[in-house]
C-alpha cells in the first residue's frame, strides 16, 4: 500500500505562483513514477506532469513553459512549481504512484487532492 498527501493548494492571484508538494510514504517499487494530474469542473482529470524514479519527466504542452515537476528523495517529496498561473489553472490537484504497465506508466494510487484557485 502507498499513501500520498498533496499539499500547497490555495486561493492565488492571475500571474502569481504556487508550489505542490506531494509526500509518499509506504511500499514502493521500481519502476514507478509520480504524476500530477488535475481536474476542472466538468471536465475529465488530465496529467499535468510526471516524473520516474529515474529522474525522467514530462510536462503537458499546454503547461510546460510555465510548470516544473522535481522530487526531493531524501523526503520522499514530489513538487509541483507552478509559474504565471491564471484561471484555466483552476482545478482540483491530486498526485498519483504509478507503475510501469510494459508500455507506459499508469495510476494505482491517487491522493486525496488538494484544491487551486486562480482569482483573475
Known amino acids: 500500500q502507498v499513501q500520498l498527501v498533496e499539499s500547497g493548494g490555495g486561493l492565488v492571484q492571475a500571474g502569481n505562483s504556487l508550489r505542490l508538494s506531494c509526500t509518499v510514504s509506504g511500499r514502493t517499487f521500481s519502476p514507478n513514477a509520480i504524476g500530477w494530474y488535475r481536474q476542472a469542473p466538468g471536465k475529465e482529470r488530465e496529467l499535468v506532469a510526471r516524473?520516474?524514479?529515474?529522474?525522467?519527466?514530462k510536462t503537458a504542452d499546454s503547461v510546460k513553459d510555465r510548470f516544473t515537476i522535481s522530487r526531493d528523495n531524501a523526503k520522499n517529496t514530489v513538487y509541483l512549481q507552478m509559474n504565471r498561473l491564471n484561471a484555466e489553472d483552476t482545478a482540483v490537484y491530486y498526485c498519483?504512484?504509478?507503475?510501469?504497465?510494459?508500455?507506459?506508466?499508469?495510476?494505482?494510487?491517487w491522493g486525496q487532492g488538494t484544491q487551486v484557485t486562480v482569482s483573475s
Open positions: 516524473i520516474t524514479f529515474n529522474g525522467i519527466t
Open positions: 498519483s504512484y504509478e507503475s510501469w504497465r510494459g508500455t507506459q506508466y499508469a495510476p494505482r494510487y
